[in-house]
T-cell receptor, first 109, second 115 residues
Framework: GQNIDQPTEMTATEGAIVQINCTYQ??????LFWYQQHAGEAPTFLSY??LDGLEEKGRFSSFLSRSKGYSYLLLKELQMKDSASYLC??????????WGAGTKLIIKP | IAGITQAPTSQILAAGRRMTLRCTQD?????MYWYRQDLGLGLRLIHY???????GKGEVPDGYSVSRANTDDFPLTLASAVPSQTSVYFC??????????????FGPGTRLTVL
């Protein structure tokens, strides 16, 4: 079967760095996405990785290792507004996205 | 408008009633999707459409139907609602011309409660 695993919840301190991990097992691989979802709102696109390595976009970076079926999202200089759920999704062999359940990130002052 | 709109924002529905959730996008995206999101579970694909005039079944299609008469609109119909269809429903679209799994853009969601 297809499976995306990520931690249910993480807590971090304002100004710190946090890494959210995602492991996947899917039929085929057509890219890995990270989305941010604030409570009661729609998911919004953060990053896309299709090749191994690190993609940096401001305070957010995303890493992919296809051989390990592993990705992480790195958030630096955490701000209170970063409190949200972070969703990992993988494109499968049919080009459909398979979604993880999301990691709820709690930022404490 | 810009992006994707959904209507209604929220709805309480009696079991057995028919309900259509509306979704409209103005980005001229080819592909559109309907997901449901339940606590503790990832987004689950209900139905999708890669282009106007075509539709396909996702992971959880039973009890739902869709149509795609034009590029902009992708309504989702519950023929006879049941309490297990209580969920938050998101419509999304993507520009499938990019190839591979494309970035999907989401509407604000419809919160549906079936009693």
């Amino acid at each position: 079967g297809q499976n995306i695993d990520q931690p249910t919840e993480m807590t971090a301190t304002e100004g710190a760095i946090v890494q959210i991990n995602c492991t996947y097992q899917t039929s085929g691989f057509n890219g890995l996405f990270w989305y941010q979802q604030h409570a009661g709102e729609a998911p919004t696109f953060l990053s896309y990785n299709v090749l191994d390595g690190l993609e940096e976009k401001g305070r957010f970076s995303s890493f992919l290792s296809r051989s390990k079926g592993y990705s992480y999202l790195l958030l630096k200089e955490l701000q209170m507004k970063d409190s949200a759920s972070y969703l990992c999704a993988v494109g499968d062999s049919n080009y459909q996205l398979i979604w993880g359940a999301g990691t709820k990130l709690i930022i404490k002052p | 408008i810009a992006g994707i709109t959904q209507a209604p924002t929220s709805q309480i529905l009696a079991a057995g009633r028919r309900m259509t959730l509306r979704c409209t996008q103005d980005m001229r995206h080819n592909a559109m999707y309907w997901y449901r999101q339940d606590l503790g579970l990832g987004l689950r694909l209900i139905h999708y459409s890669n282009t106007a005039g075509t539709t396909g079944k996702g992971e959880v299609p039973d009890g739902y139907s869709v149509s795609r008469a034009n590029t902009d609109d992708f309504p989702l119909t519950l023929a006879s609602a049941v309490p297990s269809q209580t969920s938050v429903y998101f419509c999304a679209s993507s520009d499938s011309a990019q190839g591979g799994a494309d970035t999907q853009y989401f509407g604000p969601g419809t919160r549906l409660t079936v009693l």
